[in-house]
């Protein structure tokens, strides 16, 4: 393994959310420093990093510094621009590399990946104005929901279209980027995978967890999830083609819908996911360390869980609630340090652990 | 609880060693920042602060400057300076107070303490001379154990004596220090607690663990302890008792033997304590979090445990075994960042969870 990273390496992190900051404390444990990159001066992760470059994206001197700096540059978030990536890696290993930053930037692109793997999608149109939208509603019918192909997350970039008539002002609210619209389906649940494939091409994963979102954004993931064995195994097998597809080293989240015809990939995120955040209190190497091991070379853990376990996310106002938690002995709280709470603003987890003597 | 401290809180923490790391990891878990005083400017909490003082103890302007940027200050070792703490008490809250530091730096002060609460500890003599130690043995027998009264940590500071006439030799090998002679006791099993008292006086405290020691060195704590109920049961409300007699805020550490007459109290460290870091991947609240917890005005957890476990120390070369390490799925890694490999040196420690589905 020449690729192994010593005890003393420093992982550079482009992002410092509060992925970056879990991926940074992560990282202390196996010794690593990290660096974290951010145009944010009071980003979360700042607050646990041993080094912080504050620049933009755009800045090449202040990437190009940060690159030479660090032993392996990794990223919290799908949407950074390709021409950062560009010059970063002209100095240093970005692991994942950017063919999945660019896959999954785009829903189209990303989609057609999926579809090209002999794997079920919902069924989909692209969207480049309003006379493909009426196209697109005629083929697919309605409801659908029409989906910006970039930046969208957590339900942003996204209207759903109940009649053909909404095409005109559903195109607009979404300022008329290209797009695709979605058949609206019909599902018993849905679930994530996060799953890991390292240096080597060993590929691990965690058991899938049972998401619930309200207003587009995950609420709550619930291990195990209330899938049959068939299931568990299509969807690790699923996320395994993927990351073997992608040639790709560190953690995925891949996400599905469990239907009557079987398990359709909705999205894949190439990081770390908020869905897997269970694993802090749940498995002995959580999908953070998960992310570390691969990327710095060392090996898999096979991803066991010891415990059942529920996690909740703190979304806004649900901080208040923060005393009340104190007192629950069972539950593992996990708060980002972020000042200012705003309406859909992640602002903390708190893992209940289920299986407790 | 007008002394609960805001999300927002910066944790003052003096000394920057490992437990340093771990107490500010785990005040970001809670939304606080950390600000590590410490000599060493590469100190491995200052990997994972938010902010580093780099000064000597005994520098009244950095101690000042530092007090009033914290909201309240711990400390992660015992032999802090009085005279540090005594410009420190002037600007900001140091919890817990120095009183448990005064009696927990000197081992007579300390058993004298431990005897005014009716506890039972090893039989001890004062030593301030050949002749007070040659008494001391005449008194108690051989094999006895001198034991400097103050700095002694890690086995050092401290010397068995077989015959009587090996005491001049002991007693320059200590640099004629003030000392205490301590009968050899014969002990089925040495235990520890770790246990917590909140600012409103609440206690908790986590299941006793079973420490092997060799060459003086913590090298690994068994939980759950071989020990029954009721030892169990005495071992947690002796350090209730104690933690109660100090009106102490925080967590602590009580070292016990296991012996035929019941449990001795061995020692107390007024902090977290390296039996304890078991706790990081077998409880939802560990005992870092736990002290922040104490510290910061927010409630207790009940130190429930939902898994069994084996902390090991990485001591030294045992860093070496890391490769071997990381193959072993049920365990935990935590390395503490420090370059430099060097004998009795803790370079970090790994916990093995046990009961794994």
Redesign the interface.
């Known amino acids: 393994m020449t690729d192994t990273l010593s005890?003393?390496a420093v992982i550079g992190i482009l992002g410092g959310g509060q992925l970056g900051?879990m991926l940074?404390?992560a990282a202390?444990?196996?010794?690593?420093?990290s660096h974290i990159f951010d145009p944010n001066p009071d980003a979360p992760a700042?607050?646990?990093?041993?080094a912080v470059t504050t620049a933009s994206f755009s800045n090449e001197t202040a990437l190009t510094t940060f690159a030479n700096s660090v032993d392996v540059i990794t990223f919290e978030f799908e949407n950074i621009p390709i021409s950062a990536l560009d010059v970063l890696g002209s100095y240093c290993a970005i692991k994942p590399d950017k063919e999945a930053l660019r896959i999954s930037q785009d829903r189209l692109i990303e989609k057609t990946f999926l579809q090209s793997l002999d794997l079920q999608t919902v069924e989909f149109v692209e969207v480049c104005d309003l006379l493909s939208l009426r196209n697109a509603l005629d083929q697919i019918g309605t409801p659908a929901i029409l989906k910006t192909r970039q930046f969208g997350y957590d339900g942003k970039g996204q209207i759903c279209i109940v009649k053909e008539a909404e095409a005109s002002h559903a195109f607009k609210s979404i300022d008329e980027a290209p797009a695709i619209l979605e058949k609206f389906v019909e599902f018993d649940l849905e679930i994530s995978v996060i799953a890991a494939r390292g240096i080597n091409g060993s590929v691990a994963a965690f058991d899938p967890g049972q998401n619930e979102h309200h207003d587009g954004i995950l609420r709550k993931t619930i291990v195990p999830a209330r899938v049959n064995v068939r299931q568990k195994t299509d969807a690790i097998l699923i996320s395994a083609k993927i990351l073997n597809a992608l040639d790709y080293v560190g953690v995925i989240g891949v996400e599905f819908f469990v239907t009557e015809n079987g398990l359709l990939v909705n999205e894949i995120a190439p990081r770390v996911h908020n869905s897997g955040h269970w694993t802090q209190?749940a498995c002995?190497?959580d999908q953070f360390e998960q992310h570390i091991?691969a990327i710095s070379g060392?090996?898999l853990?096979?991803g066991?869980?010891?415990?059942d376990v529920v996690m909740e996310n703190l979304i806004g106002h649900d901080?208040d609630q923060?005393?009340k938690i104190?007192?629950e002995?069972?539950?593992?709280?996990?708060?980002?340090?972020?000042?200012e709470v705003k309406p859909g603003r992640k602002m903390?987890h708190v893992?209940r652990?289920i299986?407790?003597?």
């Open positions: 005890r003393h900051r940074s404390v202390s444990r196996l010794g690593f420093r700042t607050h646990v990093a041993d209190n002995a190497v091991r060392w090996p853990s096979d066991r869980r010891h415990v901080i923060i005393p104190f007192e002995n069972n539950s593992a709280i996990h708060l980002y340090g972020k000042l903390g893992n652990l299986q407790v003597k």
